[in-house]
Protein backbone atom coordinates (compact mmCIF):
# COMPACT_ATOMS: atom_id res chain seq x y z
CA UNK A 1 0.00 0.00 0.00
CA UNK A 2 1.51 3.42 -1.05
CA UNK A 3 0.32 6.61 1.83
CA UNK A 4 0.96 9.80 1.48
CA UNK A 5 1.44 11.62 4.69
CA UNK A 6 1.07 15.06 4.97
CA UNK A 7 1.82 17.26 8.23
CA UNK A 8 3.09 20.79 9.33
CA UNK A 9 4.69 18.93 12.13
CA UNK A 10 7.59 16.69 11.69
CA UNK A 11 11.29 16.03 12.48
CA UNK A 12 13.03 18.56 13.79
CA UNK A 13 10.10 19.84 15.78
CA UNK A 14 10.35 18.55 19.65
CA UNK A 15 6.81 17.13 19.47
CA UNK A 16 4.82 14.08 20.31
CA UNK A 17 3.18 14.45 17.04
CA UNK A 18 6.56 14.59 15.46
CA UNK A 19 7.40 11.19 16.88
CA UNK A 20 4.34 9.59 16.82
CA UNK A 21 4.29 9.63 12.81
CA UNK A 22 8.26 8.23 12.71
CA UNK A 23 7.52 5.69 14.94
CA UNK A 24 4.51 5.15 13.03
CA UNK A 25 6.24 4.84 9.05
CA UNK A 26 9.13 2.99 10.89
CA UNK A 27 6.54 0.04 11.50
CA UNK A 28 4.65 0.72 8.28
CA UNK A 29 7.64 0.36 6.61
CA UNK A 30 8.52 -2.92 7.85
CA UNK A 31 4.96 -4.44 7.26
CA UNK A 32 6.16 -3.45 3.90
CA UNK A 33 4.00 -0.41 3.13
CA UNK A 34 5.24 2.60 1.20
CA UNK A 35 4.88 6.17 3.33
CA UNK A 36 6.03 9.69 1.53
CA UNK A 37 5.89 12.17 3.95
CA UNK A 38 5.17 15.59 2.68
CA UNK A 39 6.49 18.11 5.44
CA UNK A 40 7.92 21.71 6.42
CA UNK A 41 11.02 22.77 5.37
CA UNK A 42 13.11 23.74 8.64
CA UNK A 43 16.00 25.86 8.80
CA UNK A 44 19.87 25.26 10.34
CA UNK A 45 18.45 26.79 13.62
CA UNK A 46 15.79 24.38 13.72
CA UNK A 47 17.89 21.81 13.81
CA UNK A 48 20.12 23.25 16.10
CA UNK A 49 17.42 24.01 19.12
CA UNK A 50 16.96 19.77 19.36
CA UNK A 51 21.16 19.66 18.59
CA UNK A 52 20.67 17.48 15.79
CA UNK A 53 22.95 17.95 12.81
CA UNK A 54 21.59 19.25 9.79
CA UNK A 55 20.78 16.86 7.74
CA UNK A 56 17.55 14.37 6.55
CA UNK A 57 15.89 11.92 8.82
CA UNK A 58 16.45 8.53 7.37
CA UNK A 59 13.45 6.63 8.90
CA UNK A 60 13.53 3.44 7.01
CA UNK A 61 13.83 1.97 3.31
CA UNK A 62 10.67 2.79 1.88
CA UNK A 63 9.87 5.95 3.39
CA UNK A 64 11.06 9.56 1.48
CA UNK A 65 10.50 12.82 2.89
CA UNK A 66 9.80 16.05 0.64
CA UNK A 67 9.90 18.93 2.34
CA UNK A 68 7.39 21.71 1.28
CA UNK A 69 8.28 25.39 1.89
CA UNK A 70 6.93 26.79 5.15
CA UNK A 71 6.85 29.81 7.15
CA UNK A 72 8.02 30.63 10.79
CA UNK A 73 4.72 29.95 12.85
CA UNK A 74 4.45 31.27 16.76
CA UNK A 75 4.98 27.83 18.99
CA UNK A 76 6.44 27.06 22.40
CA UNK A 77 9.06 25.15 20.85
CA UNK A 78 10.66 28.01 18.52
CA UNK A 79 10.78 25.52 16.13
CA UNK A 80 6.96 26.14 14.78
CA UNK A 81 6.43 25.87 10.72
CA UNK A 82 3.38 26.00 8.95
CA UNK A 83 3.61 25.28 4.86
CA UNK A 84 2.30 28.07 2.75
CA UNK A 85 -0.06 26.37 0.43
CA UNK A 86 0.04 26.43 -3.34
CA UNK A 87 -2.56 23.80 -4.11
CA UNK A 88 -0.34 22.03 -6.50
CA UNK A 89 0.97 19.53 -4.29
CA UNK A 90 -1.31 16.73 -5.65
CA UNK A 91 0.48 16.96 -9.43
CA UNK A 92 3.90 16.10 -7.77
CA UNK A 93 1.66 13.40 -5.71
CA UNK A 94 -0.22 12.05 -8.64
CA UNK A 95 3.34 10.86 -9.73
CA UNK A 96 3.24 8.09 -6.33
CA UNK A 97 -0.12 6.80 -7.10
CA UNK A 98 -1.07 6.41 -3.37
CA UNK A 99 -3.70 5.04 -2.67
CA UNK A 100 -4.42 6.40 0.92
CA UNK A 101 -3.54 9.83 1.60
CA UNK A 102 -3.20 10.85 5.51
CA UNK A 103 -3.72 14.25 7.00
CA UNK A 104 -2.24 15.21 10.59
CA UNK A 105 -2.97 18.71 11.02
CA UNK A 106 -5.75 21.33 9.18
CA UNK A 107 -2.90 24.08 8.51
CA UNK A 108 -1.12 24.39 5.16
CA UNK A 109 -0.23 20.60 4.96
CA UNK A 110 -3.74 20.02 5.55
CA UNK A 111 -5.24 21.75 3.13
CA UNK A 112 -2.75 20.42 0.57
CA UNK A 113 -3.83 16.83 1.41
CA UNK A 114 -7.54 18.11 0.85
CA UNK A 115 -6.70 19.15 -2.58
CA UNK A 116 -4.51 16.43 -3.27
CA UNK A 117 -7.62 14.10 -2.47
CA UNK A 118 -10.37 15.73 -4.36
CA UNK A 119 -8.70 15.97 -7.75
CA UNK A 120 -6.92 12.51 -7.52
CA UNK A 121 -10.14 10.78 -6.08
CA UNK A 122 -8.43 8.84 -3.05
CA UNK A 123 -9.45 8.60 0.45
CA UNK A 124 -8.35 10.73 3.27
CA UNK A 125 -7.85 10.22 6.70
CA UNK A 126 -7.54 12.46 9.44
CA UNK A 127 -5.76 12.56 12.53
CA UNK A 128 -6.40 15.15 15.07
CA UNK A 129 -3.94 16.07 17.81
CA UNK A 130 -5.27 19.66 18.84
CA UNK A 131 -6.96 20.00 21.90
CA UNK A 132 -7.85 23.28 20.03
CA UNK A 133 -9.10 24.77 23.20
CA UNK A 134 -6.32 24.42 25.74
CA UNK A 135 -4.17 26.26 22.60
CA UNK A 136 -6.30 29.17 21.98
CA UNK A 137 -6.83 29.94 25.91
CA UNK A 138 -2.95 30.63 25.78
CA UNK A 139 -2.52 32.15 22.09
CA UNK A 140 -2.81 35.72 21.03
CA UNK A 141 -6.58 35.20 19.37
CA UNK A 142 -8.72 36.23 22.72
CA UNK A 143 -11.64 37.50 20.71
CA UNK A 144 -14.32 34.93 21.58
CA UNK A 145 -15.60 35.03 17.91
CA UNK A 146 -12.46 34.44 16.29
CA UNK A 147 -12.25 31.25 19.10
CA UNK A 148 -15.63 29.90 17.77
CA UNK A 149 -14.85 30.30 14.12
CA UNK A 150 -11.62 28.16 14.82
CA UNK A 151 -13.33 25.36 16.86
CA UNK A 152 -16.02 25.02 13.67
CA UNK A 153 -13.29 25.29 11.18
CA UNK A 154 -11.78 22.28 12.35
CA UNK A 155 -14.71 20.29 12.76
CA UNK A 156 -15.30 21.51 8.86
CA UNK A 157 -12.04 20.47 7.72
CA UNK A 158 -12.44 17.01 9.40
CA UNK A 159 -15.41 16.44 8.25
CA UNK A 160 -14.19 16.77 4.65
CA UNK A 161 -12.16 12.94 5.44
CA UNK A 162 -13.26 9.65 5.04
CA UNK A 163 -12.61 8.23 8.66
CA UNK A 164 -10.75 10.75 11.20
CA UNK A 165 -8.87 9.20 14.19
CA UNK A 166 -7.75 10.56 17.72
CA UNK A 167 -4.88 9.84 20.02
CA UNK A 168 -7.92 10.44 22.74
CA UNK A 169 -11.88 10.40 22.66
CA UNK A 170 -11.90 13.97 24.59
CA UNK A 171 -10.83 15.29 21.34
CA UNK A 172 -13.22 13.74 18.85
CA UNK A 173 -15.88 15.09 21.86
CA UNK A 174 -14.93 18.40 21.44
CA UNK A 175 -15.04 18.10 17.64
CA UNK A 176 -18.56 16.73 17.49
CA UNK A 177 -19.94 19.89 19.67
CA UNK A 178 -18.86 21.95 17.23
CA UNK A 179 -20.43 20.19 14.38
CA UNK A 180 -18.15 17.07 13.55
CA UNK A 181 -19.98 14.21 12.41
CA UNK A 182 -17.39 11.62 10.29
CA UNK A 183 -16.67 7.96 11.08
CA UNK A 184 -13.93 8.31 14.05
CA UNK A 185 -12.09 5.99 16.34
CA UNK A 186 -9.28 6.49 18.97
CA UNK A 187 -5.94 4.96 18.42
CA UNK A 188 -3.12 5.29 20.59
CA UNK A 189 0.00 6.87 19.76
CA UNK A 190 3.30 4.21 19.23
CA UNK A 191 5.20 3.63 22.19
CA UNK A 192 8.57 2.85 21.57
CA UNK A 193 9.22 -0.54 24.29
CA UNK A 194 12.75 -1.10 22.27
CA UNK A 195 14.09 1.71 24.60
CA UNK A 196 12.45 2.28 27.00
CA UNK A 197 11.98 -0.18 30.13
CA UNK A 198 12.68 -0.33 33.81
CA UNK A 199 16.06 -0.29 35.32
CA UNK A 200 17.62 -2.34 38.21
CA UNK A 201 18.28 -1.02 41.40
CA UNK A 202 22.02 -0.50 40.32
CA UNK A 203 21.84 0.60 37.06
CA UNK A 204 19.52 3.56 38.79
CA UNK A 205 22.26 4.27 41.14
CA UNK A 206 24.52 4.87 38.74
CA UNK A 207 22.59 6.63 35.69
CA UNK A 208 21.93 9.29 38.83
CA UNK A 209 25.68 9.60 39.61
CA UNK A 210 26.17 10.34 35.30
CA UNK A 211 23.32 12.68 34.94
CA UNK A 212 24.68 14.31 38.22
CA UNK A 213 21.10 13.85 40.27
CA UNK A 214 20.04 13.10 43.71
CA UNK A 215 18.86 10.01 45.61
CA UNK A 216 15.37 10.69 44.63
CA UNK A 217 14.45 11.62 41.32
CA UNK A 218 11.43 13.90 40.09
CA UNK A 219 11.20 13.70 36.22
CA UNK A 220 9.39 16.33 33.67
CA UNK A 221 10.37 15.85 29.63
CA UNK A 222 8.79 17.73 26.89
CA UNK A 223 7.97 21.32 26.02
CA UNK A 224 8.22 24.15 28.14
CA UNK A 225 5.22 25.87 27.55
CA UNK A 226 2.29 27.59 29.26
CA UNK A 227 -0.10 24.80 28.95
CA UNK A 228 2.09 22.52 30.34
CA UNK A 229 2.14 23.97 34.10
CA UNK A 230 5.84 22.87 34.80
CA UNK A 231 5.55 26.03 37.40
CA UNK A 232 3.56 23.28 39.46
CA UNK A 233 5.52 20.88 39.30
CA UNK A 234 8.72 23.46 40.58
CA UNK A 235 6.07 24.83 43.66
CA UNK A 236 5.58 21.20 44.49
CA UNK A 237 9.16 20.69 44.78
CA UNK A 238 9.44 23.49 47.10
CA UNK A 239 7.25 22.33 49.14
CA UNK A 240 9.07 18.86 49.58
CA UNK A 241 12.91 20.02 49.93
CA UNK A 242 12.63 20.06 53.65
CA UNK A 243 10.54 16.79 53.91
CA UNK A 244 12.64 14.43 51.34
CA UNK A 245 16.32 14.20 51.61
CA UNK A 246 18.32 13.85 48.57
CA UNK A 247 15.02 15.31 46.27
CA UNK A 248 15.70 16.74 43.10
CA UNK A 249 13.54 17.73 39.66
CA UNK A 250 15.14 17.13 36.62
CA UNK A 251 13.71 18.91 33.42
CA UNK A 252 14.53 18.31 29.73
CA UNK A 253 13.33 19.64 26.59
CA UNK A 254 13.12 23.23 25.43
CA UNK A 255 10.40 26.28 25.05
CA UNK A 256 9.13 29.87 25.40
CA UNK A 257 9.23 29.18 29.53
CA UNK A 258 12.11 28.44 30.34
CA UNK A 259 13.52 31.85 31.62
CA UNK A 260 10.27 32.40 33.46
CA UNK A 261 10.80 28.59 35.40
CA UNK A 262 14.11 29.28 36.24
CA UNK A 263 13.41 32.34 37.53
CA UNK A 264 10.93 30.76 39.60
CA UNK A 265 12.89 28.50 41.07
CA UNK A 266 15.38 31.14 41.95
CA UNK A 267 12.42 32.86 43.95
CA UNK A 268 11.58 29.76 45.68
CA UNK A 269 15.35 29.22 46.80
CA UNK A 270 15.24 25.65 45.44
CA UNK A 271 17.79 26.36 42.68
CA UNK A 272 20.14 23.64 43.42
CA UNK A 273 16.93 21.28 43.52
CA UNK A 274 16.46 21.66 40.12
CA UNK A 275 17.94 20.26 36.67
CA UNK A 276 17.63 21.72 33.72
CA UNK A 277 19.22 19.55 30.93
CA UNK A 278 17.55 21.26 27.70
CA UNK A 279 17.04 18.88 25.05
CA UNK A 280 19.26 15.95 25.32
CA UNK A 281 20.09 13.08 22.72
CA UNK A 282 18.04 10.29 22.08
CA UNK A 283 20.73 8.23 23.98
CA UNK A 284 20.51 10.16 26.96
CA UNK A 285 16.72 10.35 27.08
CA UNK A 286 16.03 7.08 27.98
CA UNK A 287 18.78 6.65 30.09
CA UNK A 288 17.27 9.71 32.15
CA UNK A 289 13.86 8.16 32.37
CA UNK A 290 15.23 5.39 33.91
CA UNK A 291 17.26 7.46 36.71
CA UNK A 292 14.40 8.77 37.54
CA UNK A 293 11.68 7.31 40.53
CA UNK A 294 8.73 9.47 39.67
CA UNK A 295 7.03 10.81 36.47
CA UNK A 296 5.21 14.50 37.19
CA UNK A 297 3.33 16.18 34.15
CA UNK A 298 0.63 18.59 35.55
CA UNK A 299 -0.31 19.57 31.69
CA UNK A 300 -3.95 20.66 30.84
CA UNK A 301 -3.39 20.54 27.05
CA UNK A 302 -2.58 16.13 26.47
CA UNK A 303 -4.40 14.53 24.00
CA UNK A 304 -1.77 11.49 25.24
CA UNK A 305 1.53 12.53 26.35
CA UNK A 306 4.33 10.46 24.96
CA UNK A 307 6.38 11.42 27.89
CA UNK A 308 4.32 10.48 30.44
CA UNK A 309 3.59 6.89 27.90
CA UNK A 310 7.31 6.31 28.58
CA UNK A 311 7.21 6.39 32.27
CA UNK A 312 5.05 4.14 32.41
CA UNK A 313 7.13 1.77 29.60
CA UNK A 314 10.22 2.57 32.13
CA UNK A 315 8.33 1.46 35.29
CA UNK A 316 8.07 4.88 36.94
CA UNK A 317 4.61 5.56 38.15
CA UNK A 318 3.17 9.29 36.45
CA UNK A 319 1.66 11.84 38.62
CA UNK A 320 -1.15 13.39 36.02
CA UNK A 321 -3.52 15.89 35.91
CA UNK A 322 -7.36 15.12 35.57
CA UNK A 323 -7.76 16.46 32.38
CA UNK A 324 -7.96 15.05 28.56
CA UNK A 325 -6.00 12.51 27.47
CA UNK A 326 -3.88 12.09 30.48
CA UNK A 327 -6.88 11.22 32.23
CA UNK A 328 -8.10 8.52 30.02
CA UNK A 329 -4.51 6.86 30.37
CA UNK A 330 -3.95 7.13 33.57
CA UNK A 331 -5.70 4.66 35.74
CA UNK A 332 -6.00 5.80 39.20
CA UNK A 333 -4.72 3.79 41.70
CA UNK A 334 -3.35 1.06 38.91
CA UNK A 335 -0.44 2.43 36.88
CA UNK A 336 0.08 6.09 38.26
CA UNK A 337 -2.06 9.04 40.35
CA UNK A 338 -4.06 11.88 39.18
CA UNK A 339 -4.35 15.11 40.75
CA UNK A 340 -6.98 18.18 40.01
CA UNK A 341 -5.51 20.66 37.64
CA UNK A 342 -3.74 23.38 39.44
CA UNK A 343 -3.23 21.53 42.96
CA UNK A 344 0.26 21.17 43.23
CA UNK A 345 -0.24 20.89 46.85
CA UNK A 346 -1.88 17.27 46.21
CA UNK A 347 1.02 16.95 44.15
CA UNK A 348 3.49 17.26 46.87
CA UNK A 349 1.18 15.16 48.93
CA UNK A 350 1.21 12.80 46.41
CA UNK A 351 5.22 12.41 45.59
CA UNK A 352 5.56 12.56 49.48
CA UNK A 353 3.32 9.01 49.59
CA UNK A 354 5.00 7.71 47.16
CA UNK A 355 8.75 8.41 48.82
CA UNK A 356 7.23 7.11 52.14
CA UNK A 357 5.87 3.76 50.43
CA UNK A 358 8.49 2.50 47.89
CA UNK A 359 6.06 -0.66 47.49
CA UNK A 360 3.52 1.50 46.40
CA UNK A 361 5.58 3.27 43.96
CA UNK A 362 6.61 -0.23 42.37
CA UNK A 363 3.42 -1.63 42.46
CA UNK A 364 1.77 1.41 40.01
CA UNK A 365 5.14 1.35 38.07
CA UNK A 366 4.42 -2.66 37.28
CA UNK A 367 1.12 -1.38 36.26
CA UNK A 368 2.63 0.91 33.80
CA UNK A 369 4.57 -1.03 31.81
CA UNK A 370 1.78 -3.52 31.70
CA UNK A 371 -0.62 -1.35 30.40
CA UNK A 372 1.67 0.32 27.98
CA UNK A 373 2.48 -3.33 25.79
CA UNK A 374 -0.71 -2.84 24.28
CA UNK A 375 0.66 0.30 22.41
CA UNK A 376 3.64 -0.99 21.48
CA UNK A 377 4.93 0.22 17.88
CA UNK A 378 4.00 -3.03 16.55
CA UNK A 379 0.55 -3.35 17.30
CA UNK A 380 -0.01 0.20 16.84
CA UNK A 381 0.96 -0.23 13.54
CA UNK A 382 -1.35 -2.97 12.46
CA UNK A 383 -3.85 -1.13 13.69
CA UNK A 384 -3.28 1.42 11.28
CA UNK A 385 -2.56 -1.09 8.51
CA UNK A 386 -6.16 -2.49 9.14
CA UNK A 387 -8.04 0.93 9.07
CA UNK A 388 -6.25 2.10 6.26
CA UNK A 389 -7.25 -1.40 4.24
CA UNK A 390 -10.61 -0.95 5.95
CA UNK A 391 -11.83 2.83 4.38
CA UNK A 392 -9.60 1.76 0.99
CA UNK A 393 -12.00 -0.79 0.34
CA UNK A 394 -15.05 0.79 1.46
CA UNK A 395 -13.76 3.89 -0.50
CA UNK A 396 -12.97 1.44 -4.11
CA UNK A 397 -17.27 0.13 -3.14
CA UNK A 398 -18.22 3.32 -2.72
CA UNK A 399 -16.73 4.49 -6.38
CA UNK A 400 -18.15 1.40 -7.76
Given at each position: MKIAVFSDNFYPELSGISDSLVEQARELSHLGHEIDFFVPR???????????????IHISEGITVKRLFALPFPAPTKQGRMIVPTFLRWIHLSKKHPDIIHTHLFF?????????????????????????TEFLRYGPIQAKFLQKFALRFVSWYYNRCDFVTAPSQGILDEMKKNGFYKPSRVISNPI????FFPAGIDEKIQLKKKFGLDSFVILYTGRLAQEKHVDDIIRAIAILKEKIPGLCLAITGHGDAEDS??????ELGIGEKVRFFGTV?????????????????????ETQSLSMMKAMATGIPPIGTRARGLAEYI????NGSLVEPGDYKALADM??????????????????????????????????????????????????
Open positions: YGKKDFAISHLPYEEGAGLEALVASFFLRRPLIGTSHTPLDLDNLRTLTKSTEDHSLIYRAADIFAIMSTAHDDEILFLYEHPEERRRLGKGGTAFVKQFSREKIGKEWENLYTKVLDQFNQTKK
